[in-house]
């Protein structure tokens, strides 16, 4: 069937698209059900371990492991400093260090 | 057909480039006719035929379409009388650049939702009888005038309209295609469509085809001798 | 049947007239699918990372203890062990020795950390995939592998050499990456930790819920004494990744008006041609909202394709490929960086909310200031 009018074509287009999505979908949960006895080694080796962060960021203590981390440490070199670390601008601090919680 | 009364149409009312295009125009069209309009530019022919064709609005004065008041009429509404009662031929043809002149010829007809199968079908047969189906895939800007022409003269029966309006229609033509243009008018009165044709071309208002020519100067209609 | 026909033909004729400047059109689908992609990545990533993070510390201690002084981290004594124990519902309290080692050859920090199984192992580590990759910068990269030797030197100017005993698995790396396990001996010739003293102390709770009744008896025995909950660990993370906040959220709203700016820049700019075009179609017949059904579809069409195709390429970016935005972001000045594939993750209200934030503005710019060109007078033309 040869698409005449530009009409279809663009949906049919469309139609590609929502497919493509839909494969993402599928893809992924996939991927998850796969996933899952890595996923929960990794679990495993956190709870062996007593691990209690992610790896993500290794240049500052408080982007290591931010979740130990205390109010002082990304200011430490001197009361007035300024957080220097580039990866400190993405991890914010925890809720639990933060203002409205400290009460607790 | 068409009846204007005391129609006055007034451009920028009210600033200092205030303009008088029509004053004290009273006419009637008689259905099945053609109508020459005469005169030189600035005469006010084109507001009039605007007017005519249900595209603009009079400053003052009542038209009636087909036995129907149209003056106060809001958009929607005038823009459907226009749509299905009128085709209009421009003195620059005005067809869309860039597309075939198939599709330039169902544009009038896509926001009526009509199938698109039948109302290809028909647009080919405009062409067809307009003789130049075989440039119906052509981009419009590979048509030559005469092509051209015959396209915009093929959209303007899309709709199928019972009146025919054309604005300046042989001002870009020679004088063969201008006979032809002409030609093509006849044939079109013949299958019984009103015809109002805008022109200062001899060709034009001066051919058989024309039943009755006004002649309008500085806005209003000069009086014909023999007093009608 | 009528509108929908309405509809397809209005398609038509958009389609073929955005076709006449092919060119300009593909230059911007291929850049509104960039910024898609850029912004569905994000979305993409900070959502998996974060629900990885969600199931990976569930196994973290379900309570740390630290000790602060004057605001700051300290060591805390281990006799505190005992009087924590006897609190009811503490199953265990095990003292935990960790802390960051400086490695001057290749520039990264490690976390270097004591594991009792090394104890009767003296001289030996494991370490995570990432410090196997260990090589001074600038040179091609080593790999350290089982019974490699690594010097670390010590607080007292002396170099002591363990031996790599085995090397942490790959797939671990997001949470230890960067890990060297060593025995409690070998800990405290590189780090002068006095005895009786540890870095932090963990603890085994039975009932979830007397987790913060615990808390608060162990910071009234321990004044100085800070307990982080679990509960604490996993919101920490759920903020970081959260894009609803913080500099995620600047990166889509710096998306979101881009789409909105270039879309009303288009727009405004309506060339005579596009006007009297305009003017064409409504003395032909069309209505002004068939003109803004015109523009409307011009505006879907092309932000629909790059919509799907820029979610698209965000998921094979974030998902196939490892993220190559990301890194630098995550990495900072950090040497070393975990080699990590996230798995897949994707909701509807991610794709929503992405949508209204790319394709609906971008449509209602291009329709909104077309509006005044859309109400031309049908005779116009005429008078052109």
Redesign the interface.
């Known amino acids: 069937m040869i698409l005449q009018r530009k009409s279809d074509v663009f949906f049919c287009s469309l139609l590609l698209g929502v497919l493509l999505i839909c494969l993402m979908f599928v893809d992924a949960a996939v991927s998850q059900r796969l996933d899952w006895k890595s996923s929960q080694e990794r679990r495993a080796i956190v709870r062996v371990l007593a691990l209690t962060d992610l790896c993500l960021s290794t240049e500052a203590r408080y982007t290591r492991h931010p979740s130990m981390a205390d109010l002082h440490t990304p200011f430490q070199d001197h009361p007035l400093a300024l957080d220097h670390f580039p990866s400190g601008a993405i991890l914010a601090p925890p809720p639990h260090l933060q203002p409205q919680n400290l009460g607790e | 057909m068409i009846r204007l009364q005391n129609i006055r149409k007034i451009f920028n009312a009210g600033q200092p480039n205030e303009f008088v295009a029509l004053e004290g125009v009273n006419l009637s069209i008689g259905s099945q006719e053609a109508t020459a309009l005469k005169g030189p530019s600035g005469s006010g022919k084109t507001t009039l035929l605007s007017l005519l064709g249900c595209m603009a609005r009079p400053t003052a004065g009542r038209i009636t379409v087909k036995g129907r008041e149209i003056t106060s009429l809001p958009e929607r509404f005038l823009t459907e009388i226009r749509r299905e009662t009128f085709g209009i031929i421009f003195q620059q043809f005005n067809l869309i650049k860039g597309i075939t002149a198939l599709e330039n010829v169902m544009i009038p007809a896509y926001p009526k939702g009509e199938k698109h199968a039948s109302l290809k079908r028909r647009a080919m047969d405009l062409l067809d009888l307009l003789n130049i189906a075989g440039k119906a895939s052509a981009k419009v800007e590979w048509l030559s005038g005469g092509e051209a022409q015959r396209t915009a003269i093929a959209r303007a029966l899309i709709n199928n309209p019972s009146i025919i309006i054309a604005d300046e229609p042989t001002a870009h033509l020679d004088t063969t295609l201008s006979r032809e243009f002409m030609e093509i008018m006849r044939q079109l009165k013949k299958e019984g469509k009103t015809l109002l044709i805008a022109s200062h071309d001899p060709i034009a208002y001066e051919s058989d085809v024309i039943d009755r020519i006004i002649e309008m100067r500085d806005g209003t209609i000069v009086p014909p001798a023999d007093g009608s | 049947?009528?509108?929908?026909?309405?509809?397809?033909?209005?398609?038509?004729?958009t389609?073929?007239?955005l076709?006449?400047r092919k060119g300009k059109n593909i230059a911007l689908i291929v850049v509104y699918t960039f910024v898609i992609c850029l912004m569905a990545s994000v979305v993409f990533f900070a959502d998996a990372?974060k629900q990885?993070?969600a199931?990976?510390?569930?196994?973290?201690?379900e309570m740390?203890v630290?000790r602060?002084v004057a605001?700051?981290?300290d060591l805390i004594p281990t006799h505190y062990i005992d009087s924590i124990r006897t609190i009811r519902g503490v199953q265990s309290v095990?003292p935990?020795l960790w802390g960051?080692y400086y490695d001057a050859f290749s520039g990264?920090?490690?976390?270097l950390?004591v594991?009792a199984d090394l104890n009767n192992h003296p001289g030996s580590i494991i370490i995570?995939a990432?410090v196997a990759r260990r090589s001074e910068p600038g040179k091609p990269p080593q790999t350290l592998r089982k019974n490699d030797l690594v010097p670390f030197k010590t607080y007292s100017d002396t170099v002591v050499t363990l031996q790599v005993k085995g090397i942490?698995?790959s797939?671990?790396?997001?949470?230890?990456?960067?890990?060297i396990?060593v025995s409690e001996a070998d800990f405290k010739t590189i780090f002068p930790i006095p005895a009786g003293l540890a870095t932090?102390l963990?603890l085994k709770i039975r009932n979830a819920k007397e987790l913060a009744t615990i808390a608060a008896k162990i910071t009234r025995i321990h004044p100085d004494s800070?307990p982080?909950l679990r509960e604490?660990?996993l919101?920490?993370?759920a903020?970081?990744f959260d894009w609803r906040?913080?500099?995620i959220l600047l990166i889509l709203s710096g998306g979101f008006f881009a789409f909105i700016i270039l879309a009303w820049d288009k727009a405004t700019g309506l060339s005579a041609e596009e006007k009297r075009?305009i003017g064409?179609?409504?003395?032909?017949?069309?209505?002004?909202s068939?003109i803004l059904l015109m523009k409307f579809w011009e505006g879907t069409?092309v932000s629909?394709?790059a919509?799907?195709?820029g979610?698209?390429l965000a998921?094979l970016h974030t998902?196939l490929a490892s993220p190559l935005l990301f890194e630098p972001?995550?990495?900072?000045?950090?040497?070393?960086?975990?080699h990590f594939r996230l798995?897949?993750?994707?909701n509807i209200y991610q794709?929503a909310v992405l949508f209204f934030l790319t394709v609906l503005p971008y449509t209602v710019a291009t329709i909104v200031p077309s509006w005044r060109s859309a109400t031309i007078?049908?005779?116009s033309?005429?008078?052109?």
């Open positions: 049947m009528g509108a929908i026909e309405k509809q397809r033909h209005i398609l038509d004729f389609l073929a007239t076709g006449r990372l990885e993070a199931q990976i510390l569930q196994g973290a201690p740390t630290q602060l605001g700051r981290q095990e935990r960051y990264a920090n490690y976390t950390m594991n995570g990432g942490l698995p797939e671990s790396e997001l949470v230890t990456a960067d890990l396990l932090d963990v800070r982080v604490d660990i919101r920490t993370y903020a970081v906040g913080g500099v075009e064409i179609l409504k003395a032909i017949g069309w209505e002004t068939d069409a629909l394709t919509f799907f195709l979610l698209f998921y998902f972001v995550l990495k900072g000045w950090s040497v070393l960086y975990p798995t897949p993750r994707i794709i007078d049908p005779d033309v005429m008078r052109m």
